[in-house]
């Protein structure tokens, strides 16, 4: 079983295993339909596509962040349409170091299937190292997946508000440093963190060939920054809940398991006025 990592070897070697399905998550927030064209042009073979914005989140609201976790429901439907089983060996990939698929990954363990391995190195490892990508849409044979729904794994803006003056928590923000101490906001319309927050980009995470970092290095950066604090206490955000999972899949990787998600993240912390900001480290 494959529950954090898998590198292009070992996935090219299980390609064509019926109880094994493949999802692509190319997305880019400034032009959401550039992965669904990228997928159409060329993809891992067998692969699925799946939308950031109409598979692994639902419509945004008026108090909600920018990506709110989808109908547990619906997404289950999908996946059974989409060939997962229970006992399914899903991999995830994208062509952005893993910044999108993780939410997959996320979301998966999420709805209690941990059977689900992030490609190392995404697509572009993958071509790198010379494997065979395909036009062709994959024929799928349904299944049935049902949930088992773990909400442990997830934490709320009220959550938050108690945590952050909290010694006993400690909450991590994947955004780049430059929005992080409120330098720049692109994508939000408050720029700034949350106060008591610290900052590990996501990239922080990778090595030079694209991959993650070896587990031993990243058990010591998380280790560094948590000290003693219980893995379930370490708080992970971003800007919309979605890049916020690469450093938990980095954690768990580590042997650091049962880091939690603030799914809304900073776009819908900002969404109550009341809420404090802070800048600057």
């Known amino acids: 079983m494959y529950n954090t990592l898998i590198s292009s070897k070992d996935l090219a070697a299980h390609i064509e295993d019926p109880g094994w399905v493949v999802f692509d998550c190319r997305f880019t927030l400034t032009d959401t339909e550039a992965g669904r064209k990228d997928y159409a042009q060329s993809h891992i073979p067998g692969a699925i596509?799946?939308?950031?914005?109409?598979?692994?989140?639902?419509?945004?609201?008026?108090?909600?962040?920018?990506?709110?976790?989808?109908?547990?429901?619906?997404?289950?439907?999908?996946?059974?349409?989409?060939?997962?089983?229970?006992?399914?060996?899903?991999?995830?990939?994208?062509?952005?170091?893993?910044?999108?698929?993780?939410?997959?990954?996320?979301?998966?363990?999420?709805?209690?299937?941990?059977?689900?391995?992030?490609?190392?190195?995404?697509?572009?490892?993958?071509?790198?190292?010379?494997?065979?990508?395909?036009?062709?849409?994959?024929?799928?044979?349904?299944?049935?997946?049902?949930?088992?729904?773990?909400?442990?794994?997830?934490?709320?803006?009220?959550?938050?508000?108690?945590?952050?003056?909290?010694?006993?928590?400690?909450?991590?923000?994947?955004?780049?440093?430059?929005?992080?101490?409120?330098?720049?906001?692109?994508?939000?319309?408050?720029?700034?963190?949350?106060?008591g927050a610290i900052n590990v980009p996501y990239d922080d995470n990778l090595a030079v060939s694209g991959g993650f970092e070896t587990q031993d290095e990243l058990h010591e950066v998380y280790k560094e920054r948590a000290g003693n604090l219980k893995n379930e206490n370490i708080i992970h955000m971003c800007g919309s809940g979605v890049t916020a999972c690469h450093n938990i899949l980095a954690m768990e990787y580590a042997g650091l398991s049962g880091a939690r998600l603030y799914v809304g993240s900073w776009s819908e912390w900002i969404t109550n006025p009341a809420r404090p900001v802070a800048t600057g480290e």
């Open 49 to 195: 596509y799946v939308h950031l914005d109409e598979d692994m989140s639902s419509p945004i609201t008026q108090m909600s962040g920018r990506h709110p976790l989808p109908d547990p429901v619906m997404l289950s439907e999908k996946l059974s349409i989409w060939g997962v089983g229970n006992n399914t060996q899903i991999v995830v990939y994208d062509d952005a170091f893993g910044s999108v698929a993780g939410r997959l990954w996320w979301l998966l363990r999420c709805l209690g299937h941990t059977k689900v391995a992030l490609l190392d190195g995404g697509l572009p490892v993958w071509l790198r190292e010379g494997y065979a990508v395909t036009d062709q849409v994959a024929d799928v044979v349904s299944s049935t997946f049902v949930a088992n729904i773990n909400t442990d794994l997830i934490v709320s803006s009220e959550d938050v508000e108690l945590m952050m003056d909290n010694e006993n928590y400690l909450i991590i923000d994947a955004r780049a440093e430059v929005r992080f101490e409120g330098i720049t906001e692109p994508f939000d319309k408050v720029a700034g963190h949350i106060p």
